[in-house]
């Protein structure tokens, strides 16, 4: 499974943090294994060593042996001593508590998101938090994020919490049976999923796992599970099943994808912050935001019809043009039957 | 035991670490220069203005930080140098104690920024809490990823702004017209809503509260005036003042549509409807609940053929000039 990625390089912010964080804890616990520390405070104990290591340096003015803290970690534990300067915990900064505060709350108002047990402990901490920071807090109005998208109350909230169970059963991860949409091809299929994690991607839920189906990893929109059900089967992924890295987000165009030129009003342009699109050149004189053309790619044209009948000629397929037909054919078709309803309706009697 | 020669990195850690215990250890205000002196590592700076620029670089540093920096002077009789150190009472973290379940679900909430511009804040918090301890049970919460990112260049002003709250200018392209026109606001919150960053303020060149969007806001952000100059007000809703410009304002009334949807297909307003799973292939007239009848039909015509609307008659009449224009469109 994925681990979040190290640092790239510690900022000598974080080590002055941490350091300020650590001394205190280990002047109250004298001669705990360096590993247990490291552990603590989610570092290796060749990087504990290195902090370490800076404190012989340092200390009060004058800075005389006498004035320098004092650390020794013979035989693997760890002592410091002449510190008490620094003996307690440095406070929240505005930025660390208004990040935990907003994320508390995140995710406290997404439903289905916390069962009794972690509603109890999401409240709780927020509320000590909340304390401790005392005036940092102030500002926590500042700062917001809504993850409850798709997820009114009883929609999406069931598939969310069914998932969760599955993820932290009493017996080890069990499997999911998913009655999923598909819309692009728009079809429903039933897959037997293997949970991964729940994740958000653009403010969206997404549950990734192990399909048996596909026999692959897959991402499904918990907006799109019609049904979960928690069977009564080891739901393990198998060894190769590895998470996608979806920090650029989840489209990935693929070099065989058809590519597909549109020509946009000034109306459509809110497609370009919303599709990723290869090119995009500005057709106005005046060289303004007014109609511009765009490439983009697609695997499944499907998608792009989708995208494109509910703008209504704001957006215009010139290329290729078995895709432009394709779309014509669609609307050709529904325009019919929409126009016999409204016949049927007129019609006497 | 220290080893060989430190490192660029290890030696500002040293310098600010030695900044920290000299300001908690005065008992007077201690001069810029008695604070050059008092921290072996200043020695690298070769010039007063050299010094100058890497002590308020560190000075921002520590307040970052939380560490409770004040300025003050020696004598109340004569206008002396300005004086700093640290304020030992508000330095501490409040004693306080949480839970294994409450720790957990607070680097949780730490995780929510990991790909965001605040990981950096959110990581020191939580390594601070975890000097608090309390042992961590994260097992509850093993595969759950809720994360926001940043990627608008104008979140980090703005945020700032916001907390700070203080004014700012930028050229914003309005969602209509797509003309830049530059802005004046005073930030009250910055809110991430369906994967999209906003600004809700008070727009000082309408006089009006405004919604805007981090994605149209173009070159740099300018902070302008002191900080705490205004009141956010009390009752500011912001996630509800963006979904009303979200929904174009046109909310209104709960309607019922009707609309008939051929079997195995028009999944997502299969959905919507609440047709049960199991009559997923056969074709069904369903009811809808709507109350943006164009947002009903932009669904509906994404659909098509496979969806027509029934009812009422504004619905199905949007739905054909859709289609109809994108006929035309293609002629």
Redesign the interface.
Known sequence: MRRPRPPVQPSAADRLSRLLAMVPWVLEHQGAPLEEVADRFGITTDQLVKDLELLFVCGTPGHLPDDLIEADWEGGRLHIGNAEAIARPLRLGIDEALALITGLRTLIDVPGFAGEQDREALTGALAKLTEAAGEAAHASRALSVDLTRDSAPDEGSEVLSTAREALRHPAGRRRLRLHYLVPSRDETTERDVDPMRLLTVDGRWYLEGWCHRAGGVRMFRVDRIVTAEVLDADGTPPEQAVARDVDDGLFTPGEDDLVVTLELDAQARWLLEHVPVESVEELDEAGGQGRARVRLRTADDRWLRRLLLPLGGAAVVVDPPEVAEGLARAARTALEAHLAVTRAEQAPG | ???GA?GA??R???R???L???L??TRTWLSKEQIR????QYEDCATTEAFDRMFERDKE?L??????LVTGSASAWFDDEQGYRVDRD?????E????A??????S????????AS?A??????????????VEVDE??L????????TAEPAFEPL?AA????QRVTFTY?T?G???PARRSVQ??????????WYLVGHDLDRGAPRVFRL?RVEGAVRRSGPAGAYE?PDD?D??AMIARVAAGARDGEPRTARLRLAG?????L??RARVP?AS?GEAVEAEVTFTDVEEL???V??????????AP?DL?EA?????????????
């Open positions: 035991m220290a080893g430190a990195g290890d500002r850690t040293e600010l670490l030695n920290v215990i000299a908690l250890s002196r008092a921290v072996p540093e307040r970052e930080l939380g560490v409770p508000a330095y501490a973290l409040p306080v104690s949480f839970t379940a409450e720790l957990a679900v607070l949780l909430a730490a995780r929510v920024w990991a790909q605040l950096g804040p959110a990581a020191r918090a939580l390594t601070k809490l975890r000097a608090l301890g097992q509850s093993i595969g759950v990823e809720p994360r926001v990112r945020y916001a907390r700070d709250r392209r969602a017209t797509g003309d930030p009250w919150q910055v809110t991430s809503w369906h994967g999209h994605s956010v500011v912001g996630r195995g297909a028009a999944g997502q299969r959905l799973a997923a039909a932009a669904t015509a994404a659909a098509a053929p496979h969806a027509v609307a029934l008659d199905r739905v054909v000039r859709r289609l109809r224009g994108v006929l035309e469109a293609h002629a």
